[in-house]
């Protein structure tokens, strides 16, 4: 293959490095362009009893002000559970929900204007916590229920039995990037949408249902995101609903970008879980039986809560066979905004409940942890089906453990870290491994396909268009790789188009994890269809050119078509593509991907709702500072398997980049609310996402090597998501050095995030157990 093809880069490394990547923010519609600016609700909970635009109207530079009368379509944002309108109709259910549009000719006359809308609220009490939600049974669905064999019976036969309950707090994406969408009106009222979208298609029909258009008339276009984290899923398609209203209202050109404090204070966040459970385990560590029961806060109306409620139950096991288990989700309505997709979508608040009970027992048995990690793996004796009947098939954990507790020295440096301990009364060490089974795959069976649109000029050279979205993660770079290795073309003859629903229509979002093997997969399968309509062309020429008959399956490679028998007689790709043309064979073709197999009763709890499984497993260590609270990583070390990746750079990156996002919830991100409902820390000063300072000392990841996934694009494994996880390595380091305080003789405080205070009152309480 071409050298070229050995690159490694990411597709748009240059024009961010130089500022030459555009961003919906960087793009101008023209002298024409109003600024739109949403007016948000101050409270939580309120009737709306009277308001007037008519002053505002008359503000200078003003063009419009919409309420919800003026909504030509539906005024709604979700059209499955209909409980979350597009603006504010008689009430509003949290502050931050938008009850008033306003396009102006910049964003100081739309401030102006703002100011001068008179509106009467009647306040009433609002739900703010899953406690309150629970007592005024504040539920949002039914309980979702997981359940094998009888953990009733066999815990009240259990040797040892643990229960306790597990908070796990919310996380704000902040993404560089904030909530942007531009709208560029076209004749006969049809809508062009450039947003910052996860999901282009549902940006699409959630624009055209606020408009009364049909979705012919919509065309949404996304070039790339400034980082999405879940967070511009579902979410994104608000401000382009708010953007489109306006423009058309105006029939000119709306931009609407929020702030970065507005989109703090009013986007969606991770849900926050508490999680009742209750264990029972024999003398060697090994878990007999076990019942979860999840409560997450779903905020003001469903987004995508159901669906990252089912991904929690999915995990509640994560990496361990547990015979007996009954995994109970429940869904509350809060007056917060609604909670939506984040990465990991529900698996980081199921797979929490699990590791931070594997821990408990080992402290219980006087163990280490990891050894009783161990001894519940998937996969001895045969044990390799989970709670919803899916068998756990190829199973790298044990692989993956040899390799990490060798490279990473675990039991080398349990001994240090103990006799470390012995000898330092205020500062303590601490460390932990832990592993992540994660399912790949849409859970909701009918997302699990992609569509693709190649096409091939005159001239050789090719442009791809594909359903998936690029926001940092660099799925475009593997479709690019993809495209040129399928087609035996050099990297520079392939462009990666923006993601357009009149090329791509019905996108899945771009989510799950699953980017690169739906869309690789869909952009393969035209490949191969336009592979197979050149092959007689390219026999002909072949016999042509060299009068000896080809063989049966012609290569596409470096540029050239040959038989593999004849390597050294060749036809170049350009000279075949010119030719085909004169014959009139047909340079484009749609590709189509559907992932086989998969399906999942809910009613019954049993099914295959994943494709396969993703693991990884890291090793944390921890110091923590017992006069004021103050933790540090030490050293982490992580081995994950990505299959055979398609790109090595940018798979270390993700995995790197996903660990890290994950340590900030468990331990520096905290979010506060106040009694009200308001967001108490909404800047980089007082929320603390993860600095350079906050990275490992000594940081090491490796890729599992030879370990190919035959099923999936180019033997590869989805990478997004799981590596996450590997942070509960980080968070229970922390826990084992706040134990060591009474040489792991009870079972410390413990929530998450593990910030100063709460470390603080977690070691006040060890010290009064004394």
Same mark, same amino acid.
């Given at each position: 293959m071409n050298k070229n093809l050995n690159k490694t880069y990411h597709e748009s490394a240059i024009q961010h490095v130089t500022g030459e990547a555009v961003y919906v923010g960087d793009m101008d519609g023209s002298t024409q362009m109003l600024t739109g600016k949403v007016v948000f609700s101050p409270h939580a909970y309120a009737h709306i009893v009277d308001y007037d635009l008519s002053e505002a109207l008359n503000v200078k530079g003003v063009h419009d002000i919409l309420d919800f009368k003026r909504i030509p379509g539906h005024n709604q944002l979700n059209p499955i559970a209909m409980d979350e309108p597009c603006l504010a109709d008689g009430a509003v259910n949290c502050i931050g929900q938008a009850v008033f549009l306003i396009a102006a000719d910049d964003m100081a006359s739309a401030l102006e204007a703002e100011k001068k809308i008179k509106i009467e609220y009647q306040t009433l009490e609002?739900? %703010? @916590? #899953?406690?309150?939600?629970?007592?005024?049974?504040?539920?949002?669905?039914?309980?979702?229920?997981?359940?094998?064999?009888?953990?009733? @019976? $066999? *815990?009240?036969? &259990?040797?040892? $039995?643990?229960?306790?309950? *597990?908070?796990?707090?919310?996380?704000?994406?902040? +993404?560089?990037? =904030?909530?942007?969408?531009?709208?560029?009106?076209? !004749?006969?009222?049809?809508? =062009?949408?450039?947003? &910052?979208?996860? &999901?282009? =298609?549902?940006?699409? %029909?959630? $624009?055209?249902?606020?408009?009364? *258009?049909? /979705?012919?008339?919509? $065309?949404?276009?996304v070039k790339r995101m400034g980082g999405g984290f879940g967070g511009k899923e579902l979410q994104g398609n608000h401000v382009a609903a708010w953007a489109a209203l306006l423009a058309d209202a105006t029939r000119r050109p709306v931009k609407i970008q929020l702030s970065r404090d507005e989109d703090q204070k009013y986007t969606g966040k991770r849900h926050r879980f508490k999680s009742e459970y209750k264990v029972g385990f024999d003398e060697k560590g090994e878990i007999q039986a076990c019942i979860v029961n999840m409560n997450a806060d779903a905020g003001m109306a469903t987004d995508l809560s159901i669906p990252v409620l089912e991904r929690a139950l999915f995990h509640a096991e994560n990496a361990y066979y547990i015979p007996n288990m009954r995994i109970t989700g429940n869904l509350w309505k809060t007056n917060l905004p609604s909670n939506t997709a984040f990465r990991g979508f529900g698996g980081p608040q199921g797979i929490a409940v699990i590791e931070n009970i594997v821990d408990r027992i080992a402290r219980?048995?006087?163990?280490?942890a990891a050894d009783i990690r161990y001894k519940n793996f998937y996969g001895k004796n045969d044990r390799n089906e989970t709670p919803y009947a899916q068998k756990v098939k190829n199973n790298h954990l044990f692989t993956i453990w040899d390799k990490l507790t060798g490279s990473g020295q675990y039991w080398k440096r349990?001994?240090?870290?103990?006799?470390?301990?012995?000898?330092?009364? +205020?500062?303590?060490?601490?460390?932990?491994? @832990?592993?992540?089974?994660?399912?790949?795959?849409?859970? =909701?069976?009918?997302?699990?396909? /992609?569509?693709?649109?190649? %096409?091939?000029?005159?001239?050789?050279t090719v442009l791809v268009n594909h359903g998936g979205t690029e926001m940092g993660q660099g799925l475009h770079t593997k479709v690019w790789q993809i495209a040129a290795l399928e087609l035996g073309v050099s990297y520079d003859k392939v462009k990666v188009n923006a993601t357009n629903t009149s090329k791509v229509p019905n996108t899945s979002p771009t989510a799950a994890s699953s980017g690169s093997d739906l869309n690789g997969m869909a952009v393969k399968n035209a490949m191969t269809i336009l592979k197979e309509r050149l092959t007689p062309c390219a026999r002909t020429m072949f016999e042509e050119k060299y009068n000896i008959a080809a063989g049966k399956n012609l290569i596409f490679n470096d540029g050239w078509v040959y038989d593999e028998s004849h390597s050294d007689k060749k036809i170049a790709?350009? !000279?075949?593509?010119?030719? /085909?043309?004169?014959?009139? #064979?047909?340079?484009?073709?749609?590709?189509? +991907?559907? @992932?086989?197999?998969?399906?999942?009763?809910? !009613?019954?709890?049993?099914?295959?709702?994943?494709y396969y499984f993703a693991y990884g497993m890291a090793i944390s260590e921890a110091e923590i500072d017992i006069l004021t609270g103050d933790a540090k990583i030490l050293r982490t070390d992580i081995v994950h398997d990505v299959g055979d990746p398609i790109n090595t750079n940018i798979d270390m990156g993700q995995i790197a980049g996903g660990f890290i996002q994950g340590m900030g919830w468990c331990t520096t991100e905290t979010i506060k609310w106040g009694e009200k409902g308001e967001l108490l820390n909404y800047s980089p000063s007082t929320y603390k996402i993860p600095s350079i300072e906050d990275i490992p000392e000594t940081f090491n990841v490796e890729i599992l090597k030879n370990v190919p996934n035959p099923p999936v694009i180019r033997k590869s494994k989805a990478v997004g998501e799981p590596p996450f996880m590997l942070a509960f390595s980080a968070w229970l380091a922390i826990k084992d050095a706040i134990s060591a305080l009474n040489n792991h003789q009870s079972e410390p405080y413990f929530e998450l995030p593990a910030n100063n205070e709460m470390i603080l009152h977690s070691i006040e309480n060890l010290k009064n157990s004394f």
């Open positions: 609002p739900i %703010l @916590t #899953i406690d309150e939600a629970i007592k005024n049974d504040s539920r949002l669905i039914n309980p979702r229920r997981i359940e094998t064999g009888d953990p009733d @019976t $066999v *815990l009240q036969n &259990s040797e040892n $039995v643990l229960e306790g309950t *597990l908070n796990s707090g919310a996380q704000e994406h902040w +993404y560089l990037e =904030t909530q942007v969408a531009l709208c560029v009106p076209g !004749e006969n009222r049809e809508m =062009t949408v450039y947003a &910052s979208s996860q &999901s282009p =298609t549902e940006t699409q %029909l959630a $624009v055209a249902g606020v408009l009364n *258009l049909p /979705a012919n008339q919509v $065309v949404c276009e219980f048995l006087k163990k280490d349990r001994k240090e870290i103990n006799s470390y301990n012995k000898n330092n009364k +205020y500062t303590k060490r601490g460390i932990a491994l @832990t592993p992540v089974k994660f399912g790949i795959s849409f859970t =909701t069976s009918f997302l699990n396909q /992609a569509g693709a649109l190649v %096409l091939i000029y005159r001239d050789g790709f350009n !000279e075949l593509v010119e030719r /085909a043309h004169k014959e009139r #064979i047909s340079l484009s073709t749609t590709g189509y +991907y559907k @992932t086989p197999g998969i399906h999942f009763d809910r !009613e019954k709890g049993k099914g295959e709702p994943f």
